[in-house]
């Protein structure tokens, strides 16, 4: 049904082809095609993905880096060959500086513990903005309390964009990190976040990004951005769930003290006292998740192979139909229309509850998010609870947005 007429829009790019790839968008709800605008929150797995999964777990299945049998060895290479593919794919210097955590949350918890062990005292500062995700809000909320420091906040405009001269105005001697997202989840708006970090490093403090709604948008280099940590899940970028990434610089890294302790993470211990292993393992305590390593890998493979540059312009083209469309719908707020933003739509119509509407666009198949997308400040700004939300990457398709924006019409005449 989808993906037939939008090839005169897509000039080149083999959507149809592309959503063969992903099995779940062949499948049906209620009878009906699946739209799938519900990538925010986590993305469909192309079949390489779902394979390799299936066949480690059949075939190769064994705890890594304890063992010196085959099964063992093996899955341990293939563990550290999926470090060096995030490394090149980061572009990050060591491979060391790669560490494997089960997602974002647990990336930015990570940094906030350990790097407020480290360096943060009492009066100290942190900087955060307005529309941060509540997983790159509460840690840094949780160190300040743990070390009576503070929380300083840079708010945005209406149209979603970070105010930078009142970031500027936040800096001062007592700042000892900034942590913002790169991509908002809730509004897609893309932060200037090399100019951000330039701004914090000419006052020397680090800066930490949430990637974890632009990695699969965009290609990340983080020597050319030099930010000094960022993360991203493996889900959201078309890899299994539990798996996850924290690049930190090597300087950091080798400074700041574990977060959790267990196996993997010693050199030897005694009673009395522990000592560490080496980078990345200092971090990485306990039975990592091999196989979702392994699966993160073959996605940014696959990602990798469809082309970031293809991916950034068919996104684009979905993402300007998509805002056509979208403001011509009588009583449809969009919340989030920065200058620089990604295919993602939080709306209000009239003044009907965004779960109404959420519900009724499922009964036709249309699968998107509602509530408060995790970041309540965000919506405390509007002065609302939250939203609909409809986030679109390259496999949806133009077809899908005219159903998608037919549907609402229809909810809109029932309520009126
Ligand atoms: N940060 C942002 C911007 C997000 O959108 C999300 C998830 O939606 C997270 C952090 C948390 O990601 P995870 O639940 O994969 O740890």
């Not at 093996?74 to 210097?93: C, D, P, S, W």
């Amino acid at each position: 049904m989808f993906g037939i007429k939008g090839k005169q829009k897509d000039s080149g790019f083999e959507v149809k082809k592309i959503r063969k790839d992903f099995p779940i968008l062949s499948r049906k709800i209620y009878g009906k095609p699946l739209v799938y605008f519900d990538n925010g929150a986590t993305t469909q797995k192309p079949q390489v993905v779902i394979d390799i999964i299936n066949e480690l777990h059949a075939k190769e299945n064994s705890n890594v880096h304890r063992g010196v049998h085959y099964l063992s060895g093996h899955l341990t290479g293939m563990y550290e060959v999926a470090r060096n593919t995030i490394q090149a794919f980061l572009n990050a210097k060591e491979n060391h500086e790669i560490i494997f955590t089960s997602g974002v949350t647990a990336s930015i918890n990570l940094v906030a513990f350990s790097f407020g062990e480290a360096y943060v005292h009492e009066g100290d500062e942190v900087i955060i903005s307005e529309m941060e995700h509540h997983s790159n809000l509460v840690p840094w909320q949780l160190m300040c309390e743990r070390k009576g420091a503070h929380l300083r906040v840079i708010p945005f405009n209406e149209k979603g964009e970070l105010l930078l001269d009142e970031f500027k105005k936040l800096l001062n001697e007592k700042t000892k990190i900034v942590s913002v997202t790169h991509v908002s989840n809730s509004l897609g708006t893309v932060n200037p976040i090399k100019e951000i970090i330039d701004i914090a490093h000419a006052h020397n403090v680090p800066v930490m990004i949430d990637g974890a709604q632009a990695i699969q948008h965009e290609k990340i280099d983080v020597q050319e951005l030099d930010c000094d940590f960022y993360a991203f899940s493996g889900h959201k970028v078309y890899g299994p769930t539990g798996i996850g990434v924290l690049y930190g610089k090597e300087k950091w890294l080798n400074d700041m003290p574990p977060y959790l302790g267990g196996g993997d993470m010693i050199d030897r211990v005694t009673i009395e006292k522990t000592t560490y292993n080496e980078l990345p393992f200092k971090f990485e305590a306990g039975t990592p998740n091999y196989i979702g390593a392994v699966g993160l890998g073959k996605a940014i493979d696959y990602l990798l192979g469809v082309g970031f540059d293809e991916i950034r312009a068919r996104e684009k083209k979905l993402l300007d139909y998509a805002t056509e469309k979208l403001s011509k719908i009588e009583g449809l707020k969009i919340y989030g229309t920065a200058d620089h933003k990604v295919a993602t739509f939080s709306f209000l119509l009239d003044d009907i509850s965004p779960y109404d509407v959420g519900v009724l666009l499922d009964q036709m198949g249309i699968a998107v998010r509602t509530g408060h997308h995790c970041t309540q400040p965000l919506w405390d700004h509007y002065g609302t609870e939250g939203s609909a939300r409809a986030s679109l990457v390259f496999y949806n398709t133009f077809e899908e947005i005219d159903y998608f924006c037919e549907g609402i019409e229809k909810i809109k005449k029932m309520f009126s």
